[in-house]
């Protein structure tokens, strides 16, 4: 678990960035490794159980943090701060992720069905070849995101902006996409069966 929370794009190691330690700082020392032993001594491998016992706050501390593989099923990460985070793999089904901030992040082949991403901000994030099947995406930014080979299937997708995404051989078969943006998407081979295309924008789709 410790290197799947590890922060930043130099992938440090969660035992090394509990407290940042200062020069005979002998409180911060002890904290830091009370820190580590408790993590250690876990029998739960929940990741919000972890992350508070590492006094980390999904609000703001996991800004491009390594959640590679995470477990999150039905977790709830409403307006969680995850920038840049790799969440690649990642077992998401039926969590909460309520306008988070996942701009730039990559979610390639994590499960996201039937997630909550209900005003989520999720440009330029990479969803490939991942699953957003039954998923809650109303108004939603997914703009320049990319959505290659992404089953959709039966999502909702109302209003939400999609300029510029990529949506190539997606499978977005009675997905809901009323009112939504598609203005300079691309949609080649994408699988359209079904789907409510009822006020959507589609101006240069390609």
Known sequence: FLSRISLGSSQVELDTVLVEPQPAASENLEKLQVQIEGIYAAVSDDFLELAQLAELNPLTDFTGANL?????????????????????????????????????????????????????????????????????????????????EVNITQANLSGANLDWANLDWANLEDANLSGANLSEADLEGANLSGTNLSGTTLWMVA
């Open 68 to 148: 590679l593989a995470a477990e999150l099923s039905g977790r709830s990460l409403g307006m969680a701060n995850l920038y840049q985070a790799n969440l690649r793999g990642a077992n998401l089904t039926d969590a909460d992720l309520s306008e988070i901030n996942g701009s730039h992040a990559s979610f390639k082949g994590a499960d996201l069905s039937g997630a909550l991403l209900a005003n989520a901000d999720l440009s330029y994030a990479d969803f490939y070849r991942s699953s957003l099947a039954l998923a809650n995406l109303i108004g939603s930014n997914l703009e320049g995101a990319n959505l290659v």
